[in-house]
């Protein structure tokens, strides 16, 4: 069946992302408050007050500066579906990476083709050699800064286009749709996105976070993620009395580095489904010395590999070190999602089945990260990831089509019927 037609009001939606990254709202990762920088709140607030200008009753900041709220059901009694509260999730914060002070957004309208030079530092410039997603921009009104900050799509693209699906779904009560439950995080950046959210407060049963890339893209699938901690110790003592005493732990940590291999398991080395063990950090003295590993991999069976070749470099690093010790401890930190969507093929089902409505064609596409989505499933959420338009993330070289824009709005619009005409 189709869907009512739509047409998401381009001025609104563009209105309300220029006004949304003109916030700053940048994350912390040294913060060890909840969220980490007061001022992602100042864009949370604005939300709230605009969703109940809109009509939405409930909206509001919770205590640890979520926004939730809620649109009604429309439908009748009667309702031969059994249609279940879907969420639709996306976070205010920015990346740590590069400022998001003084955001400049700049619109270049009707791209023909080319290289784009950004205004206010023409070293900062978009290559279609880089950007291939350009070429199927011909004819769009592209948004980027003027080259000093970040742009901010990821994720206000996101946000302004849930807020342009609800101003339009209140608008138009004839469209109809099931319970929507509607959420702004804090914290995503920063891997603390979900770290106080309540599920039961929340109250979907599925969701979406709107938080993806290219046009027509859904994701399913994350990495699987562990941090290893490797611990190295020596012995110090006087260096002008060390000889057959001192043990430099620093060393004993080179040594093991060193034997990494330099043409794979990396993340400069590898693509598509290949996992890496990165060493992402190192701090430490002759005494002890503190490395952390980044272990990612699609499946848990590959992260254990990955960490049991750790274990064999230990192990002949010790060979040339005896009186030194290794220790590895490992964390969790996600897992891929899709060891929870591929129980409820649905609910991703549905999403390219929106964006094919949308007139896009769908692509279903793998994270080589994570997101709200993988931790929200593992907590009984499953929240596959819906495309913005947004490309560059976390660069001064960011871009938005005003147009792809539009189709993300218009398939979150297409989400919400199919869900009403099929439940779960």
Not at 11 to 40: G, H, M, N
Not at 176 to 196: M, Q, S, Y
Not at 329 to 358: G, Q, T, W
Not at 392 to 418: C, G, P, Y
Request: proline share 5%; net charge negative; glycine share 8%.
């Amino acid at each position: 069946m189709a869907a009512h037609g739509l047409q998401i009001p381009r001025k609104s939606l563009v209105e309300r992302f220029l006004k949304y990254v003109k916030i700053d709202t940048q994350s912390s990762e040294e913060s060890q408050t909840y969220p980490s920088t007061a001022k992602q709140l100042n864009l949370s607030r604005l939300l709230v007050e605009e969703l109940k200008s809109l009509g939405v009753k409930d909206a509001r900041l919770t205590e640890h500066g979520y926004v939730f709220a809620t649109l009604p059901s429309n439908l009748p009694k009667n309702h031969p579906a059994a249609v279940p509260a879907i969420g639709l999730i996306a976070h205010v914060d920015t990346s740590p990476d590069v400022s998001g002070a003084n955001v400049k957004p700049v619109i270049h309208e009707n791209y023909r083709g080319g290289a784009i030079v950004l205004p206010a530092d023409s070293n900062q410039v978009i290559d279609p050699g880089g950007n291939p997603a350009l070429k199927d921009c011909l004819g769009h009104d592209i948004i980027t800064t003027d080259g000093t900050t970040l742009l901010g799509a990821d994720n206000k693209a996101g946000v302004s286009e849930i807020m342009a699906a609800v101003e339009y779904l209140l608008a138009h009560p004839e469209i109809p749709h099931g319970e929507l439950k509607i959420a702004f995080t804090v914290d995503e950046e920063v891997g603390r996105g979900t770290e106080h959210f309540d599920l039961q407060e929340f109250g979907a049963k599925y969701a979406y976070t709107i938080d993806g890339e290219t046009a027509g893209e859904i994701e399913d699938e994350t990495f699987s993620a562990d941090t290893v901690e490797v611990q190295v110790y020596g012995t110090n003592v006087h260096p002008g009395y060390a000889k057959n005493k001192m043990v430099n732990a620093l060393k004993v940590a080179a040594d093991f580095l060193e034997r990494l291999p330099k043409e794979r398991l990396s993340p400069e080395t590898t693509e598509k489904r290949e996992g890496y063990v990165h060493p992402n950090s190192i701090s430490g003295n002759v005494e002890e010395v503190e490395i952390k590993f980044l272990i990612r991999d699609f499946t848990v069976e590959g992260l254990k590999e990955k960490e049991k070749f750790l274990e064999k470099l230990r192990d002949e690093t010790l060979k040339n070190w005896p009186q030194a010790r290794l220790e590895l401890k490992v964390i969790e930190s996600y897992r891929n999602m899709k060891y929870v969507l591929e129980k409820y093929p649905f609910v991703s089902d549905y999403a390219v089945d929106a964006v094919r409505r949308s007139g896009l064609e769908p692509r279903r596409s793998i994270i080589r990260g994570g997101t709200d989505g993988s931790r929200l499933s593992f907590m009984g959420l499953p929240t596959p990831n819906v495309f913005t338009g947004g490309h560059n993330f976390h660069s001064k070289r960011e871009w938005i089509s005003i147009q792809d824009m539009e189709k993300a709005a218009e398939t979150i619009l297409h989400l919400v019927q199919i869900w009403a005409e099929r439940g779960e």
